[in-house]
């Protein structure tokens, strides 16, 4: 498992594109709103906390189809199932490694791209926490989603209306988080249950995302 | 009589060919029934007006739009576990049935809501969780349409369907969670004394009996035609081998 997961981290970083890419998305996607929405701070700052976490769940969805399609095609896939680890710990790795790559410096450079949206001072942390929680579920949803998708050519659009619905309570509960950090409110209920679908989804999507592996590579 | 027999497609076949023309028949006499009934010998109602028989279409077709999925979750259950053919096509025969009672429910609620709240939409609990629902069976049949290996296709539909059930109820409580809504609460529920005033009920009840005996005539139906289609591309792929070694 964990070879499993340095090798990937070290295709994300080496081989150009997956780990600068999300990020540069992220940026591109939240610099477009105010062209779209007009430059008023006032409107900005009010919408800031659900554009974020919008353009950090469309950041995650860019990279999805890598985690499985490049080692599907070159034939590596067939060969970590029948490696002696279950393949459940490798969609486990595989989530994690993309989560590594996406998830931890989307978290991270959240609060600089909330600056430029003149985020009320008092979300920043919720919202790097927020993210924090809730990327990982993100990816790990979306290696399911990947792993769904894996044996059919040019996935990638089927890829995002398959796995867009399931991010669905994620997105709620993340930035109502930030929106209640905004308005000065507390946020422990939405984090403890961003924290619970994030527990829950670690735990058993690598079981749905193995078996469905499995189909597609018999 | 055990649902195991039918998984023999052609006993299935067999069957249902004679129900299906009855169900058509006694579902659409119902509706006609249950729709004129409601439509003009009913009163208006006392602050909606007329509005309120939007009711006939809307209650039932969100009844279904929910309760197609539900059935599509036994039967893709029922396949995974136990490889009943029939049930993984009769899964998806049920869905583009469930995906327009879905957009029938909002599309009459939107009306309803017009005349009622003055809004064509707002973004209520219930009216979301729809609209999830809908790109749920939207992804369904997207990904059955996408994948060529029939079997391989029905187990991977299977497995979305079971997720996407766990997601989608998640999706509803996230969604009163996130907001407060318009719409009133359920319509049925059977602990309640009285659901409806008994003048609405009665042909409402109708309506409701008859969407499902046409829900499941529909659904019968598209199971044997997809039985047929199954069955027209193994003889064509046998015609096939059969030319090749010649």
Not at chain 1, 87 to 96: D, P, Q, W
Not at chain 2, 49 to 66: C, D
């Amino acid at each position: 498992m964990k070879a499993v997961f340095v090798r990937d981290l070290r295709l994300a970083f080496r081989a150009g594109g997956g780990f600068g890419l999300a990020l540069a998305f992220f940026l591109i996607v939240v610099i477009l709103v105010p062209f779209g929405v007009g430059p008023e701070t006032a409107v900005l700052r009010r919408i800031a906390p659900g554009i974020l976490w919008v353009a950090a769940l469309l950041a995650c969805l860019l990279s999805l189809d890598r985690i499985f399609a490049l080692d599907f095609e070159d034939g590596s896939l067939p060969l970590l199932a029948t490696a002696p680890v279950p393949l459940e710990g490798v969609v486990l790795a595989k989530a994690a490694a993309h989560w590594v790559v996406t998830g931890v410096p989307l978290a991270c450079a959240a609060p600089a791209l909330a600056f430029l949206l003149n985020m009320e001072g008092g979300a920043y942390l919720t919202l790097v926490m927020s993210l924090a929680i809730g990327t990982p579920a993100l990816s790990m949803i979306g290696a399911f989603g990947a792993a769904l998708t894996v044996g059919i050519k040019r996935g990638g659009l089927l890829l995002s209306l398959l796995v867009l619905p399931l991010y669905v309570p994620v997105l709620i509960f993340g930035a109502s988080a930030v929106r209640r950090a905004a308005d000065g409110l507390s946020v422990a209920t939405p984090l403890l249950i961003l924290g619970a679908i994030t527990l829950v989804v670690v735990a058993v999507m690598p079981l749905a995302a193995a078996a469905v592996l499995r189909i597609n590579l018999r | 009589m055990s649902i195991w027999e039918y998984a023999n497609p052609k006993k299935f076949t067999a069957t249902v060919t004679p129900i299906i023309p009855w169900a058509f028949g006694i579902g659409l006499g119902l509706l006609v029934v249950g729709l004129i009934w409601g439509f003009f010998f009913t009163p208006a109602e006392n602050r909606q007006g007329e509005s309120v028989k939007i009711i006939y279409l809307h209650v039932p077709s969100a009844f279904l739009a929910i309760n197609a999925w539900v059935m599509m979750l036994v039967a893709s259950l029922i396949w995974v576990i136990r490889r009943h053919h029939v049930s993984a096509l009769a899964a998806k025969a049920a869905a583009p049935v469930g995906m327009v009672m879905t957009v029938i429910a909002l599309a009459t609620g939107a009306l309803w809501g017009q005349a009622t709240w003055g809004t064509w939409w707002v973004w209520d609990p219930r009216l979301t969780s729809f609209l999830i629902l809908f790109l749920f069976y939207l992804g369904y049949l997207a990904l059955w349409e996408a994948i060529p290996d029939p079997d391989t296709a029905a187990d991977l539909t299977a497995i979305m369907c079971i997720v996407g059930s766990v997601f989608a109820f998640l999706s509803r409580y996230a969604a009163i969670y996130w907001a407060q809504g318009l719409h009133q609460d359920a319509s049925l529920s059977l602990d309640a004394e009285e659901n409806v005033s008994d003048v609405f009920w009665q042909p409402l009840v109708l309506c409701l009996v008859a969407f499902g005996v046409l829900f499941v005539a529909l659904v019968l139906l598209r199971t044997r035609t997809e039985i047929a289609k199954r069955r027209t591309l193994a003889l064509q792929a046998r015609q096939r081998r059969a030319e090749v070694r010649v």
